[in-house]
């Protein structure tokens, strides 16, 4: 089908009718309020109140190429560039993970829980969304944040810019800790963390043939995979920069793969560490929260 018309009303109807095979119609009216906030800064109201409005013929082109992109399964977020975390429009790029609803609830739980805490790292930070979040709600903590990807960091760093947010940015590989660096030099890392938060990467490739065509194809496999041979790895690495790093009375707080949640208390448990897991809005065991005991 063509865009009948120039006309709003028919904008929705051709993405409502093209992308019906794909989505169901509550994701393409999403898509669609994305789409017109994005290319026209109209919210919902403003989409009621224009419906019977035309707009010009080069914002129509953009909602013909949407279209086409979300057939090729190409994440919404990747076709406007932002993705709306904790109230904040956050810049992502095809090397930044998208940030996901579940993140969210982790900074909402920390916000809620732990707001006395002054010094604050975040573990493979990506598009900078956990970090920069925090630190919007916790002005007086410093936050430093940490991610191997020096494309993810460059963005990472556009979005605190963006916000108003200082946070020391670090570059280097959590499995290797000596190869840490600050990306400006003057900055002086602290020793000890009263708060450590990470989302690391945390899928094992066995389960990639399960996900989505618009994660897999589009969303670095660096920030989603990680052997099958040694799937938590990067809470191995967690808990042992905790050993060293977090203060007595610290928290650690990282996301975890559902599927592992048994083996990844086991696993900070033998580090010292006495470990509680959250269940996330989906009634899954998302969350994992652990103290010195
Ligand atoms: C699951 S993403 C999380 C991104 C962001 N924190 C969020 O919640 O949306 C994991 C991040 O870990 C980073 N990463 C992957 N391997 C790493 C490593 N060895 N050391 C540090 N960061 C790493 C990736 O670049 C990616 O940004």
Redesign the pocket.
């Known amino acids: 089908m063509h865009i009948p018309s120039n006309k709003v009303r028919d904008i929705e109807r051709y993405m409502l009718y093209e992308l019906a095979a794909q989505y169901p119609e509550g994701e393409i009216r999403t898509f669609i309020r994305i789409l017109f906030d994005a290319y026209l800064g109209w919210d919902t109201t403003q989409l009621l109140m224009h419906r019977e409005e035309s707009i010009n013929q080069s914002d129509l082109l953009k909602f013909h190429w949407a279209t086409e992109a979300l057939k090729q399964r190409r994440p919404i977020q990747h076709i406007v560039g932002w993705a709306d975390f904790c109230g904040l429009r956050i810049k992502v790029t095809p090397d930044?993970?998208i940030?996901?609803p579940e993140?969210e609830e982790i900074v909402e739980w920390i916000i809620k829980n732990k707001t006395n805490r002054q010094h604050i790292i975040?573990l493979?930070?990506?598009?900078g969304?956990?970090a920069i979040a925090l630190k919007q709600r916790i002005r007086e903590a410093d936050i430093w944040a940490?991610?191997?990807?020096e494309k993810?960091l460059r963005v990472a760093q556009e979005n605190a810019q963006t916000h108003n947010t200082g946070i020391h940015f670090l570059q280097?590989?959590?499995?290797k800790p000596g190869t840490w660096r600050p990306l400006h030099e003057s900055q002086q890392t602290p020793c000890t963390f009263d708060l450590i938060v990470s989302?690391?990467?945390y899928i094992r490739e066995a389960e990639r043939a399960a996900m989505d065509a618009n994660v897999k194809d589009y969303e670095?496999a660096?920030?989603?995979f990680v052997p099958d041979s040694d799937p938590l790895r990067f809470y191995r690495a967690i808990a042992e920069f905790a050993q060293q790093h977090l203060s007595d009375e610290g928290t650690i707080v990282a996301e975890i793969n559902e599927a592992l949640g048994s083996e990844t208390i086991q696993l900070f448990e033998k580090y010292g560490f006495a470990t509680t897991i959250h269940e996330d809005f989906r009634g899954n065991p998302r969350m994992l929260e652990a103290e010195k005991s």
Request: charged share 15%; net charge negative; proline share 14%.
């Open positions: 930044t993970l940030p996901r993140t975040d493979c930070t990506g598009s969304c956990i940490m991610d191997i990807s993810a280097g590989d959590l499995l989302n690391p990467p670095p660096l920030a989603l």
